[in-house]
């Protein structure tokens, strides 16, 4: 052999090595140090929570010894996409954060979560704010709602294949304090009706009809129907007529009187969105209202922390529910706090024990405490006391809209009444044909809702 | 025996060593396209016949149930498919038309201008060069309600022309920018090609048209255009090939809006492959890239007749 044969041989031998080890390195631990115990990864698709977990997980290593390397992927198709291809590949970490109440699910039937039920037990769930206890749980009503080609109708009923981690609630608004004065509002008394909203959306739009409107990212037209209408329907009809809307024969539909009024309600908002709104992701149309480009934004609990992120302190921000109508069922609003994300333990994860000890740790006070206060994220662990000090008072006061009847308070996570196979787009954009774009009028905008939730019931069959 | 003695039926070794040396060359791509290619094609195809959510270790075989359900059979999926298919069919057939009439006479001008020729060619084909995502969040921006070209009407004294909600946030206007988007962005390789037929044609032509006493626009129609047939039915056809599968631009400017006035095929395609919440819609949405496939294959049939029937 020649020594340029014998050097090819010896390089071609380096390569084979080195890719057949690739995969096989523990991951570095967090701090960058030597690893003494085992070591996890996780993968989450929120930036912001990759930073805090990280943060926990330093803690988490010195009570424990064991290593955790948080992984953001972004956005929500990516992490799709990669969870799908890394399943394939057996290359998925030990933990996943994911949304909770479906995700889970699905990924859990799918075979790609363990079962957690044999180590959760009472007292864990217990630390949990009442409502997000059974997010990840599979109850026999939830197989029974899923689609016949869904996997979870093959799920044991009593599945646990996820816990809770950060909660909170949509259809909150934020008012801009500085808009609300210089338009001659208080800036401090939040608009106790949907009249007296609309009535301030008219102030504000008056004194900056460039940037006195509302913001909303109706690029994912979902938005509107999700965070503005469903709500502002809650309170207007209450929960059953409210429920009746989506129901499959739809007698009291959209096109009946009640759901015609609604939309009427909601079509009031037509002169005040801000220019471009349709053209808006979710997060554009935070940025907007943190820029000054609107007066009210709508989002959810985890809006504040992204508006502080990009500039807007929330000492700055009046904050609070969609108001209900003056002339509608419920003259309070509570909203339902429900689970956002849940972290689940992988099937393939080689140490589940230190995994559901991470797990246990992040959904601790202790750990959700340092998750809460460096995302400024609510926390589905009940923080007591402890929760204006570590989220900040601005974000623990939205806590006391969390509080009321079952009849009155909304909850989002309540989907017991949608079809099986429900597309959120679909009634989206026809929500969005209604306001702003002005295409079809309240009773037109019914009969197409309810053309589109018969066809999803139809095709559910 | 000899290699000599069965001359024809056995190759010598020099010939051998020369084949395997072919063979090798190309074997890694051959390889590499059984892997990526034939595998990926045949497994996409092969789940366009079954439910599946990315997940499950099985799929659920259904047959043909996918492609009625997409056709007509699932009155969730149909109708909007239809009114995307519209859509698709609009951006299929203008894109590729401007594209010629832009590109063709920019070519030949370009062609004809003696100086900063090599100049010129470069900023004309700028758009090709930073065409991507980058480029139509730009778009974006320059076509919101405060943005340039908003402001440029303005100062024009064509106000009336602005859009207060932005071209994109107008129902008539979302489509028709959007075409004219990718028209500027695909007006660039025409015209390169356009530059590359007509040096390609003899000089000698043009002059004896001259001497004749043909007019520019009758050089354009009489000698140019028909020569540059078979470029411009690639042009047509790489168009019509990138409005059936192009899907970046509508997921980016616009989602599919306002009010699902922009959706098209290719982002039907991908919103049932990713954003359906894990159901399992991954085999109808590789249906559904069959189905433009066979709409793309059919199209190349018919482009290819007609050029046969003009040369």
């Known amino acids: 052999m020649t020594s340029r044969a014998r050097i090819l041989t010896v390089a071609l031998c380096g390569v084979l090595a080195a890719a057949c080890s690739t995969g096989t390195q523990p991951s570095a631990p967090a701090d960058g140090g030597q690893a003494t115990g085992p070591s996890l990864r996780m993968w989450t698709f929120k930036q912001s929570h990759a930073d805090a977990l990280n943060k926990a997980a330093a803690q988490f290593k010195t009570d424990t010894g064991i290593s955790v390397v948080v992984e953001a992927v972004t956005p929500d198709d990516v992490f799709v996409a990669k969870v799908q291809s890394s399943a ?38 217990n630390r949990l704010l009442p409502t997000t206890r059974e997010a990840g749980l599979m109850s026999q009503a939830v197989i029974d709602r899923a689609a016949p080609d869904s996997p979870i109708k093959q799920v044991k009923p009593g599945t646990l294949f996820s816990v809770p981690f950060t909660a909170g609630a949509f259809g909150i608004v934020y008012a801009n304090k500085a808009k609300l004065q210089a338009a001659g509002l208080s ?19 008056g004194k900056e009809p460039e940037a006195g409107g509302l913001s909303l990212g109706l690029k994912v037209s979902q938005t509107g129907f999700n965070w503005v209408y469903q709500p502002l329907a809650h309170s207007y009809l209450g929960r059953d007529r409210f429920h009746a809307l989506f129901a499959k024969g739809a007698a009291q539909g959209f096109a009946s009187p009640d759901g015609v009024r609604t939309l009427e309600l909601y079509g009031q908002l037509t002169p005040y969105w801000m220019p471009s709104s349709t053209t808006l992701n979710i997060d554009e149309a935070d940025i ?132 099986p196979d429900y597309d959120q787009v679909k009634p989206g954009d026809a929500m969005v044909r209604l306001s702003p774009l002005k295409e079809r009028a309240p009773a037109q905008a019914g009969a197409e809702l309810d053309e589109i939730f018969g066809a999803m019931w139809k095709s559910s069959e | ?59 659920i075989w259904v047959g043909f149930e996918n492609y009625l359900d997409l056709i007509y059979a699932d009155p969730s999926l149909a109708p909007p498919l239809r009114a995307a298919s519209w859509n698709t069919v609009q951006v299929m057939v203008l894109v590729p038309l401007l594209t010629v009439a832009i590109s063709l006479p ?49 100062s024009l004294g064509l106000g009336t022309l602005a859009q207060p909600q932005g071209f994109l946030g107008n129902p008539s206007t979302a489509l028709p920018t959007l075409i004219v ?13 356009y530059l590359t037929g007509l040096q390609a044609i003899d000089p000698a032509l043009f002059e004896a048209a001259r001497i004749d006493g043909a007019a520019p626009r009758q050089v354009l129609r009489r000698i140019t ?60 949405s590789s249906a559904l890239g069959w189905l433009l496939f066979a709409g793309a294959l059919l199209l190349t049939l018919v482009n290819a007749r007609l050029l046969r029937r003009v040369r």
């Open chain 1, 88 to 125: 394939q590949t057996g290359d998925l970490p030990d933990v996943l954060e994911v949304h909770a109440g479906g995700e889970d699910r699905e990924l859990g039937a799918s075979g790609l979560l363990a079962d957690l039920s044999a180590d959760v037990g009472a007292e864990w769930l």
């Open chain 2, 225 to 284: 255009w028909p020569l540059l047939t078979p470029l411009t039915a690639g042009v047509v056809l790489l168009g019509v090939r990138d409005s059936l599968h192009g899907f970046q631009i509508f997921l980016i400017m616009t989602g599919g809006g306002p009010g699902g006035h922009t959706d098209v095929l290719g982002l039907q395609a991908y919103r049932l492959a990713f954003f359906k919440g894990l159901a399992a819609t991954l085999g109808v």
């Open chain 1, 187 to 205: 800036p401090d008394t939040p608009p106790k009706t949907w009249e007296e909203f609309v009535a301030a959306l008219k102030a504000t739009t």
């Open chain 2, 106 to 154: 920019l070519a030949v001008v370009l062609n004809s201008v003696r100086r900063l020729r090599a100049v010129l060619r470069s900023v004309y084909f700028l758009p090709y060069v930073t065409s991507g995502i980058a480029v139509y969040y730009a778009w974006r921006y320059i076509l919101e309600p405060d943005g340039a070209i908003n402001l440029l009407l303005r």
């Open chain 1, 288 to 419: 907007a209202f943190a820029q000054g480009k609107s007066a009210f934004n709508v989002g959810g609990t985890f809006t504040l922390a992204f508006l502080a992120q990009n500039g807007m302190s929330p000492d700055k921000v009046l904050a609070f529910p969609i108001p209900p109508s003056a002339a509608g069922q419920q003259k309070e609003i509570a909203m339902a706090p429900l689970a956002l994300t849940s972290l689940g333990v992988t099937a393939t994860a080689e140490n589940r024990e230190a995994a559901i000890k991470w797990i246990d740790f992040a959904t601790s006070a202790k750990g959700a405490g340092i998750i809460a206060s460096a995302s400024l994220d609510l926390p589905a662990t009940d923080l007591g006391a402890d929760a204006a000090s570590l989220v900040g008072p601005d974000l623990a006061a939205l806590q006391k809209y969390f509080t009321g009847t079952p009849e009155s308070s909304y909850d989002a996570a309540d989907t017991t009444f949608f079809p």
């Open chain 2, 181 to 193: 988007v990718l028209v500027w962005s695909s007006v660039p390789i025409a015209t390169l090609l």
């Open chain 2, 1 to 59: 025996m000899t290699t000599q003695h069965v001359a024809g039926r056995v190759r010598p070794p020099g010939r051998w060593r020369a084949a395997l040396t072919g063979y090798a060359f190309v074997f890694p791509a051959v390889a590499l396209f059984a892997v990526m290619g034939v595998y990926t094609i045949g497994s996409g195809l092969a789940l366009s016949f079954a439910k599946w959510n990315g997940f499950t270790p099985d799929w």
